[in-house]
């Protein structure tokens, strides 16, 4: 069977991609995985009319509502190959199996790098987190630390006052400058330069975080901003263009979404300079509509 779309990658862009298509009744297969960037969160926050839901019964449901349509189809499985053909796309599935399609969305997600400091991978999505928006409310009230990766850290220890009190540890190397660093005092930001080494506790809390010269901090969470990398190595074997963003590199689009590659378009954190759960689901729909519309004029 020849496919209008097939969406690889079965999260909150790539579901929200599919329910755009098959609501024009097109024929359309995500194919997931089952690795989301998400997963390592218990519950998804600042998402409309889902707030506090967790990831994994968000994206249950949408299956669930998906599979109403007749011209939907779910495969869980990864995507080994995509090759471009003059009808379209072929794909390779893990499982042996091939797909064909005329269009392709990409929605497979990036994958979070942070500091190598003991203790912060197993934090990571509850009491470790990047986003203030997301998860700062669950760690309100009490000490919080940024532990600088870049320099825009400094501008994240900016915020997180309105959370709670707050250390920027700059690990000795991203020192704020004159005026950032009067804003953060101006803020009540605590500055301590002396390298965070490792974080205290029984996982996942957080009891403290000890420095390099032995002291140890009390702090109830920890905000890193996480360098990213492609969770998928798809859009480069298909020679889509990227561009920077804050973290790392995002797929180049246009205001519908489609790659500097015809028929490819991207969805989600791997096309957002800025990420979240409601902006992936928002580029899911353009990608979605874009693709309705190019199926049009083909």
């Not at 798809?234 to 797929?251: H, I, M, R, S, T």
Request: hydrophobic share 40%.
């Amino acid at each position: 069977m020849h496919l209008d779309v097939i969406i690889i990658g079965g999260s909150f862009a790539g579901l929200s991609a599919a329910m755009q298509l098959v609501r024009g009744q097109r024929t359309v297969t995500v194919v997931d995985a089952g690795q989301p960037r998400n997963r390592f969160a218990a519950q998804s926050h600042g998402f409309f009319g889902l707030d506090g839901v967790s990831p994994r019964r968000i994206r249950q449901q949408s299956y669930d509502q998906l599979r109403f349509y007749p011209t939907a189809t779910i495969v869980e499985a990864g995507v080994n190959q995509v090759d471009k053909t003059d009808r379209g796309f072929v794909v390779y599935l893990d499982n042996g199996n091939t797909l064909q399609s005329r269009k392709i969305i990409l929605a497979t997600g990036l994958r979070d790098e942070i500091p190598d400091i003991p203790g912060l991978r197993e934090r990571w999505g509850k009491t470790v987190v990047h986003c203030p928006y997301c998860h700062g409310y669950e760690l309100r009230n009490q000490p919080l630390g940024v532990i600088a990766t870049s320099e825009l850290s400094v501008h994240q220890a900016g915020m997180i006052p309105d959370w709670g009190p707050t250390h920027y540890f700059t690990q000795g190397q991203f020192e704020p400058d004159q005026e950032h660093l009067a804003f953060l005092l101006k803020r009540g930001v605590t500055i301590e330069p002396t390298p965070v080494i490792e974080v205290l506790g029984d996982a996942p809390e957080i009891d403290a975080v000890r420095l390099s010269d032995g002291r140890e901090i009390t702090l109830g969470g920890l905000f890193v901003g996480p360098k990213t990398h492609m969770a998928s190595p798809l859009a480069e074997q298909l020679g889509c263009e990227f561009e920077d963003a804050p973290l790392g590199k995002v797929l180049k689009t246009d205001a519908f979404k489609q790659t500097s590659v015809e028929g490819v378009f991207a969805a989600g954190d791997i096309a957002n300079p800025m990420q979240n759960a409601t902006l992936a689901s928002a580029s899911g729909v353009l990608a979605g509509v874009g693709a309705h519309q190019a199926l049009m004029h083909d």
